[in-house]
Protein backbone atom coordinates (compact mmCIF):
# COMPACT_ATOMS: atom_id res chain seq x y z
CA UNK A 1 0.00 0.00 0.00
CA UNK A 2 1.87 3.45 -1.03
CA UNK A 3 1.22 6.15 1.43
CA UNK A 4 0.88 9.47 0.73
CA UNK A 5 2.93 12.22 2.21
CA UNK A 6 2.54 16.50 1.50
CA UNK A 7 5.70 18.20 2.79
CA UNK A 8 5.30 21.82 2.96
CA UNK A 9 8.81 23.30 1.87
CA UNK A 10 11.37 25.70 1.00
CA UNK A 11 14.05 25.28 3.08
CA UNK A 12 17.19 22.70 3.07
CA UNK A 13 15.67 20.39 5.34
CA UNK A 14 12.54 19.95 3.26
CA UNK A 15 14.39 18.28 0.72
CA UNK A 16 16.75 16.30 2.42
CA UNK A 17 13.42 14.90 4.63
CA UNK A 18 12.06 14.29 0.94
CA UNK A 19 15.03 12.35 -0.20
CA UNK A 20 15.00 10.54 2.73
CA UNK A 21 11.53 9.54 2.35
CA UNK A 22 11.85 8.65 -1.37
CA UNK A 23 13.94 6.16 -0.77
CA UNK A 24 11.06 3.66 0.74
CA UNK A 25 9.15 2.39 -2.40
CA UNK A 26 5.28 2.35 -0.56
CA UNK A 27 6.05 6.31 0.47
CA UNK A 28 4.76 8.33 -2.42
CA UNK A 29 6.22 11.99 -1.61
CA UNK A 30 5.22 15.17 -2.91
CA UNK A 31 6.62 18.65 -1.98
CA UNK A 32 5.13 21.92 -1.52
CA UNK A 33 6.71 25.41 -2.35
CA UNK A 34 5.52 28.91 -1.97
CA UNK A 35 7.33 29.73 -5.12
CA UNK A 36 8.80 32.84 -4.04
CA UNK A 37 12.36 31.52 -5.49
CA UNK A 38 13.11 32.06 -8.90
CA UNK A 39 15.21 29.55 -9.38
CA UNK A 40 14.59 27.53 -6.49
CA UNK A 41 17.01 24.48 -6.20
CA UNK A 42 16.12 21.13 -7.64
CA UNK A 43 14.45 19.15 -5.14
CA UNK A 44 14.77 15.65 -6.26
CA UNK A 45 10.87 14.96 -5.79
CA UNK A 46 7.36 15.45 -7.22
CA UNK A 47 6.75 19.28 -6.27
CA UNK A 48 3.99 21.74 -6.71
CA UNK A 49 4.54 25.27 -6.35
CA UNK A 50 2.03 28.21 -4.99
CA UNK A 51 -0.41 28.89 -2.42
CA UNK A 52 -3.21 26.65 -1.34
CA UNK A 53 -5.77 29.86 -0.62
CA UNK A 54 -5.64 29.99 2.90
CA UNK A 55 -6.49 26.89 5.31
CA UNK A 56 -9.51 26.43 3.82
CA UNK A 57 -7.77 25.67 0.43
CA UNK A 58 -5.19 23.11 1.81
CA UNK A 59 -7.82 21.05 3.75
CA UNK A 60 -9.57 20.50 -0.18
CA UNK A 61 -6.29 19.66 -1.63
CA UNK A 62 -5.57 16.96 1.26
CA UNK A 63 -8.57 15.52 0.44
CA UNK A 64 -8.16 15.53 -3.28
CA UNK A 65 -5.02 14.03 -2.96
CA UNK A 66 -5.63 11.48 -0.55
CA UNK A 67 -2.87 12.69 1.67
CA UNK A 68 -2.39 10.46 4.50
CA UNK A 69 0.36 12.67 6.62
CA UNK A 70 1.01 16.59 6.50
CA UNK A 71 4.50 17.76 7.34
CA UNK A 72 5.54 21.00 8.04
CA UNK A 73 9.23 21.65 7.10
CA UNK A 74 8.53 25.45 6.56
CA UNK A 75 11.45 28.27 7.50
CA UNK A 76 10.38 29.14 11.29
CA UNK A 77 9.38 32.65 9.98
CA UNK A 78 7.10 31.19 7.79
CA UNK A 79 4.22 31.59 10.42
CA UNK A 80 1.24 31.94 8.19
CA UNK A 81 1.60 28.57 6.11
CA UNK A 82 2.16 26.63 9.50
CA UNK A 83 -0.75 28.11 11.18
CA UNK A 84 -2.81 27.27 7.98
CA UNK A 85 -0.88 23.75 7.84
CA UNK A 86 -1.92 22.82 11.86
CA UNK A 87 -5.72 24.10 10.85
CA UNK A 88 -6.34 22.55 7.82
CA UNK A 89 -4.99 19.02 9.39
CA UNK A 90 -7.97 19.82 12.53
CA UNK A 91 -10.53 20.33 9.86
CA UNK A 92 -9.61 17.63 7.91
CA UNK A 93 -8.30 14.78 10.83
CA UNK A 94 -5.06 14.43 8.53
CA UNK A 95 -2.43 13.87 10.86
CA UNK A 96 0.58 16.83 11.33
CA UNK A 97 4.06 16.48 12.07
CA UNK A 98 6.30 19.83 11.81
CA UNK A 99 9.82 19.92 11.53
CA UNK A 100 10.91 22.45 14.38
CA UNK A 101 14.64 23.58 14.20
CA UNK A 102 15.80 24.67 17.81
CA UNK A 103 16.88 28.35 17.74
CA UNK A 104 20.41 29.94 18.47
CA UNK A 105 20.56 30.72 21.85
CA UNK A 106 23.19 33.63 22.96
CA UNK A 107 26.53 32.91 24.55
CA UNK A 108 29.75 34.89 26.10
CA UNK A 109 30.66 37.60 24.40
CA UNK A 110 27.36 37.93 22.06
CA UNK A 111 25.66 41.23 21.62
CA UNK A 112 22.07 40.38 20.90
CA UNK A 113 19.32 43.21 21.05
CA UNK A 114 16.02 40.97 20.73
CA UNK A 115 13.16 42.57 18.91
CA UNK A 116 10.12 41.50 18.20
CA UNK A 117 10.02 42.41 14.03
CA UNK A 118 11.95 43.58 10.83
CA UNK A 119 10.42 47.33 11.89
CA UNK A 120 11.29 47.15 15.62
CA UNK A 121 14.94 45.94 14.00
CA UNK A 122 15.15 49.46 11.53
CA UNK A 123 13.93 51.40 14.94
CA UNK A 124 16.99 49.37 17.07
CA UNK A 125 19.44 50.45 15.15
CA UNK A 126 18.95 54.00 16.57
CA UNK A 127 19.37 57.75 14.86
CA UNK A 128 23.12 57.65 14.64
CA UNK A 129 23.95 56.66 10.80
CA UNK A 130 25.91 52.72 11.16
CA UNK A 131 27.18 50.20 8.43
CA UNK A 132 24.67 47.66 9.18
CA UNK A 133 24.56 43.95 7.41
CA UNK A 134 21.24 42.98 6.40
CA UNK A 135 20.72 39.00 6.50
CA UNK A 136 17.09 38.89 6.70
CA UNK A 137 16.22 37.80 2.82
CA UNK A 138 15.02 40.47 0.48
CA UNK A 139 10.91 39.78 1.37
CA UNK A 140 10.99 42.23 4.41
CA UNK A 141 14.05 44.32 3.30
CA UNK A 142 11.90 47.13 2.47
CA UNK A 143 10.93 48.20 6.43
CA UNK A 144 14.49 50.04 6.39
CA UNK A 145 13.48 52.40 4.17
CA UNK A 146 12.35 54.02 8.21
CA UNK A 147 16.10 54.20 8.18
CA UNK A 148 17.42 56.09 5.56
CA UNK A 149 20.38 57.35 7.74
CA UNK A 150 22.38 53.95 7.71
CA UNK A 151 24.59 52.23 5.18
CA UNK A 152 23.05 49.43 4.20
CA UNK A 153 24.62 45.60 2.84
CA UNK A 154 21.75 43.45 2.11
CA UNK A 155 22.21 40.36 1.01
CA UNK A 156 19.68 37.76 -0.63
CA UNK A 157 19.00 34.69 -3.00
CA UNK A 158 17.18 36.41 -5.54
CA UNK A 159 17.44 40.33 -6.20
CA UNK A 160 15.76 43.01 -3.85
CA UNK A 161 13.26 44.38 -6.21
CA UNK A 162 12.35 47.31 -6.53
CA UNK A 163 15.84 48.34 -4.60
CA UNK A 164 15.49 50.01 -1.03
CA UNK A 165 14.61 53.86 -1.31
CA UNK A 166 17.45 54.82 0.95
CA UNK A 167 21.10 57.01 -0.32
CA UNK A 168 23.12 53.73 0.56
CA UNK A 169 22.80 50.31 -0.05
CA UNK A 170 24.92 47.50 -1.59
CA UNK A 171 23.33 44.30 -3.13
CA UNK A 172 24.84 40.74 -2.66
CA UNK A 173 23.47 37.90 -4.21
CA UNK A 174 24.28 34.36 -2.28
CA UNK A 175 22.89 31.09 -1.35
CA UNK A 176 24.42 29.88 1.67
CA UNK A 177 26.11 28.16 3.17
CA UNK A 178 27.92 30.46 4.93
CA UNK A 179 31.11 29.47 6.84
CA UNK A 180 32.40 31.84 9.34
CA UNK A 181 35.77 32.78 8.26
CA UNK A 182 33.79 34.14 4.52
CA UNK A 183 31.36 35.82 6.70
CA UNK A 184 33.81 37.49 9.42
CA UNK A 185 35.55 38.94 6.08
CA UNK A 186 32.48 40.08 4.50
CA UNK A 187 32.10 41.74 8.04
CA UNK A 188 35.42 43.32 8.33
CA UNK A 189 35.65 44.04 3.94
CA UNK A 190 32.62 46.51 4.54
CA UNK A 191 33.16 48.17 7.97
CA UNK A 192 29.83 46.29 9.33
CA UNK A 193 29.00 47.37 13.25
CA UNK A 194 25.48 45.76 13.03
CA UNK A 195 23.78 42.75 11.74
CA UNK A 196 19.96 42.23 11.55
CA UNK A 197 19.22 38.76 11.81
CA UNK A 198 16.41 36.34 12.41
CA UNK A 199 17.08 33.75 14.81
CA UNK A 200 17.17 30.72 11.97
CA UNK A 201 18.70 27.94 13.84
CA UNK A 202 20.52 25.22 12.16
CA UNK A 203 24.44 25.55 10.91
CA UNK A 204 24.27 27.13 7.81
CA UNK A 205 23.80 30.54 8.65
CA UNK A 206 25.09 30.94 12.13
CA UNK A 207 28.82 31.71 10.29
CA UNK A 208 27.43 35.34 10.91
CA UNK A 209 26.43 35.40 14.55
CA UNK A 210 29.80 34.11 15.73
CA UNK A 211 31.67 36.11 13.06
CA UNK A 212 29.75 39.32 14.67
CA UNK A 213 30.96 37.64 17.81
CA UNK A 214 34.68 37.56 17.38
CA UNK A 215 34.54 40.81 16.09
CA UNK A 216 31.94 42.24 18.65
CA UNK A 217 29.49 43.61 16.62
CA UNK A 218 26.22 43.81 17.89
CA UNK A 219 23.21 41.71 16.33
CA UNK A 220 19.90 43.23 16.20
CA UNK A 221 18.23 39.47 16.33
CA UNK A 222 14.41 39.03 14.90
CA UNK A 223 12.63 37.10 17.49
CA UNK A 224 10.52 34.02 15.66
CA UNK A 225 6.88 34.36 15.94
CA UNK A 226 4.69 31.87 17.82
CA UNK A 227 3.92 28.86 15.83
CA UNK A 228 0.83 26.14 16.13
CA UNK A 229 1.48 23.66 18.92
CA UNK A 230 1.78 20.12 16.83
CA UNK A 231 4.00 16.80 16.88
CA UNK A 232 7.36 17.67 16.12
CA UNK A 233 10.66 16.58 15.98
CA UNK A 234 14.23 18.70 15.76
CA UNK A 235 16.06 17.46 13.21
CA UNK A 236 15.42 15.83 9.24
CA UNK A 237 16.50 12.02 11.40
CA UNK A 238 14.37 12.39 14.02
CA UNK A 239 11.14 13.31 11.97
CA UNK A 240 11.95 10.72 9.29
CA UNK A 241 12.36 8.36 12.15
CA UNK A 242 8.99 9.39 13.49
CA UNK A 243 7.34 8.62 9.96
CA UNK A 244 8.72 5.41 9.24
CA UNK A 245 7.29 4.70 13.05
CA UNK A 246 3.75 6.17 12.11
CA UNK A 247 3.39 4.33 9.41
CA UNK A 248 5.18 0.83 10.46
CA UNK A 249 4.25 0.78 14.15
CA UNK A 250 6.19 -1.87 16.13
CA UNK A 251 2.71 -4.11 16.75
CA UNK A 252 1.98 -4.34 12.79
CA UNK A 253 5.16 -5.97 12.30
CA UNK A 254 4.02 -8.78 13.03
CA UNK A 255 7.78 -10.36 13.72
N1 LIG B 1 14.94 28.71 3.08
C1 LIG B 1 14.80 29.80 3.79
O1 LIG B 1 15.73 30.30 4.37
C2 LIG B 1 13.48 30.44 3.85
C3 LIG B 1 13.33 31.68 4.45
C4 LIG B 1 12.08 32.23 4.51
C5 LIG B 1 11.03 31.56 3.94
N2 LIG B 1 11.22 30.37 3.37
C6 LIG B 1 10.13 29.59 2.76
O2 LIG B 1 9.48 30.41 1.84
C7 LIG B 1 8.08 30.13 1.88
C8 LIG B 1 7.28 31.41 1.95
O3 LIG B 1 7.53 32.10 3.16
P1 LIG B 1 6.53 33.22 3.65
O4 LIG B 1 7.31 34.04 4.59
O5 LIG B 1 5.81 33.85 2.52
O6 LIG B 1 5.52 32.31 4.47
P2 LIG B 1 4.11 32.67 5.09
O7 LIG B 1 4.01 34.14 5.33
O8 LIG B 1 3.91 31.76 6.23
O9 LIG B 1 3.15 32.21 3.94
C9 LIG B 1 2.45 33.10 3.13
C10 LIG B 1 1.62 32.32 2.13
O10 LIG B 1 2.46 31.74 1.16
C11 LIG B 1 1.95 30.47 0.78
N3 LIG B 1 2.96 29.45 1.13
C12 LIG B 1 3.99 29.56 2.02
N4 LIG B 1 4.71 28.44 2.04
C13 LIG B 1 4.14 27.60 1.16
C14 LIG B 1 4.45 26.28 0.73
N5 LIG B 1 5.51 25.61 1.23
N6 LIG B 1 3.65 25.70 -0.20
C15 LIG B 1 2.60 26.38 -0.71
N7 LIG B 1 2.26 27.63 -0.34
C16 LIG B 1 3.02 28.24 0.57
C17 LIG B 1 0.67 30.28 1.51
O11 LIG B 1 -0.36 30.77 0.67
P3 LIG B 1 -1.88 30.23 0.73
O12 LIG B 1 -2.46 30.79 1.99
O13 LIG B 1 -2.49 30.74 -0.52
O14 LIG B 1 -1.80 28.73 0.79
C18 LIG B 1 0.86 31.15 2.73
O15 LIG B 1 -0.33 31.58 3.33
C19 LIG B 1 7.86 29.17 3.03
O16 LIG B 1 7.60 27.90 2.49
C20 LIG B 1 9.15 29.18 3.80
O17 LIG B 1 9.48 27.92 4.35
C21 LIG B 1 12.44 29.79 3.29
Do not use: C
Not at 27 to 55: D, H, I, M, N, Y
Not at 207 to 230: C, T
Amino acid sequence: MTHRILILGGTTEARQLAGKLTRRADFSVTLSLAGRTESPVAQGVPVRVGGFGGADGMAAYLEQEHIQLLIDATHPYAARISANAAEAARQTGVPIFALRRPGWESVVGDRWTLVDSVAEAARALGTAPRRVFLAIGRQEADAFETAPQHRYLIRSVDPVEPKLAVPEAVYLLARGPFPEADERALLEKHGIDAVVSKNSGGEATYGKIAAARALGIEVIMVRRPPLPDVPSAETVDQLAAKIDHFFDPVAERGV
